[in-house]
């Protein structure tokens, strides 16, 4: 019981911190890539609205944020499970997937963007995250 404790502990702190990394990089992607003149970013409707005003690199920060947030939340949930198992790396990348499937269908965005945020800032991220938590642990 104690092993299976931990285990949810590890998702959950996963979660925790690579949802801050997240949303760390979402806010500072208007200071670094402005959006169109006039648009407001601040609201759902006002992002879709200026959906068709963006250009390839105002999709730059926010694939960022999901492949970085869930990278940084599958090394966190490997740093935390006993023996460095996989399995919580898997379900916080399954839980950011879930994440951007939702916010996909709420949000629509370029097809070009879907696949690649859907492909590569999901699952592969949870995979490297944890290959590297993991061969942390054997180079100590």
């Known amino acids: 019981m104690k092993r299976v404790f931990r285990l949810i502990l590890a998702v959950i702190a996963g979660l925790f911190v690579g949802s ?4 760390a990089l979402v806010m500072l992607s208007g200071h670094v890539i402005p959006p169109p003149a006039g648009v ?9 609205a200026a959906m068709p005003l963006f250009e390839p690199k105002h999709f730059l920060f926010p694939f960022l944020a999901h492949a970085i947030g869930t990278l ?8 935390a499970t006993p023996g ?6 898997w379900v916080v990348g399954a839980c950011f997937l879930i994440g951007g499937i939702a916010a996909i269908t709420m949000l629509p ?8 945020d859907l492909v590569f800032a999901y699952l592969p991220m949870a995979w490297l995250g944890h290959r590297m938590a993991a061969r942390g642990q054997r180079a100590a």
């Open 109 to 116: 965005s370029p097809l070009w963007f879907t696949v690649v």
């Open 72 to 79: 940084v939340g599958a090394f966190v949930a490997t740093l």
């Open 20 to 23: 801050i990394a997240n949303m």
């Open 40 to 48: 407001d970013t601040t609201t759902a409707e006002g992002l879709k």
């Open 84 to 89: 460095r198992t996989r399995g919580p790396a």
